[in-house]
């Protein structure tokens, strides 16, 4: 699996690593920008699982009901074993889906905890785990924070900072599948997924060439539970 193809007018998606496999799969990749959607979807197409937030945006809540997006209360912990449920039914039923445990963005130079339920939905379903390495860089492979969106961004600023980018690529590597009956439970089967993902080579305090003059090494996630 590699090559590139166009994302949009201005963003070059590329991927590495090999073809995710057929039938039941959890897709799990650290996660930067609202960009991060579509490039998981096009590693493999998936039922994505979404913050029951975005439900409520303009234009891309509608169209993210449409295309099948679950939609997660991650206040009502008193539904999250339904939640698995549902999820694990989907894995069995030989459905890819798609899902970023980290539970908010983060800037690309550091990494969230990635939260265990889902990774129970797997276990339970009995199904493979694809980790997905996200990064953003510029033409010539510099890393960049341009697609972060961090903070008190909006999205349409963020929008139109991605427009604006030039020779902006969004990078994919498949990672190696973890195997059903790899690990023992949840928490072992979450921690090695995010090894694979890892955050990128920039670390914190290091300046990123094309980035943001103003995005924090990262976004602190919210105490919300374990999804």
Request: charged share 20%.
């Amino acid at each position: 699996m590699g090559g590139g193809r166009r994302a949009g007018r201005r963003v070059r998606a590329r991927f590495s690593g090999a073809a995710a496999p057929d039938g039941g799969l959890l897709l799990v990749a650290n996660h930067i920008s609202w960009l991060d959607v579509p490039l998981l979807a096009m590693v493999r197409p998936a039922r994505m699982i979404a913050k029951a937030e975005i439900r409520r945006w303009p234009v891309a809540g509608p169209l993210a009901a449409r295309g099948g997006v679950l939609f997660i209360d991650r206040h009502r912990l008193r539904g999250l074993p339904d939640t698995v449920a549902d999820i694990a039914g989907l894995l069995r039923s030989g459905a890819a889906v798609g899902v970023f445990p980290e539970g908010s963005t983060w800037c690309g130079r550091a990494q969230g905890t990635f939260r265990r339920a889902v990774f129970q939905a797997a276990l339970d379903a009995g199904v493979p785990v694809q980790p997905v390495r996200i990064r953003y860089r510029l033409t010539g492979g510099a890393p960049t924070t341009v697609p972060a969106f961090v903070g008190e961004d909006s999205l349409l600023a963020s929008l139109w900072r991605v427009v604006m980018a030039d020779g902006l690529v969004a990078e994919a590597e498949v990672r190696p599948v973890l195997r059903p009956g790899a690990h023992a439970d949840r928490r072992a089967l979450a921690r090695a997924a995010q090894r694979r993902t890892g955050p990128a080579p920039a670390g914190p305090g290091h300046a990123v060439p094309g980035g943001r003059d103003d995005v924090a090494p990262s976004r602190p996630v919210e105490p919300q539970g374990e999804m």
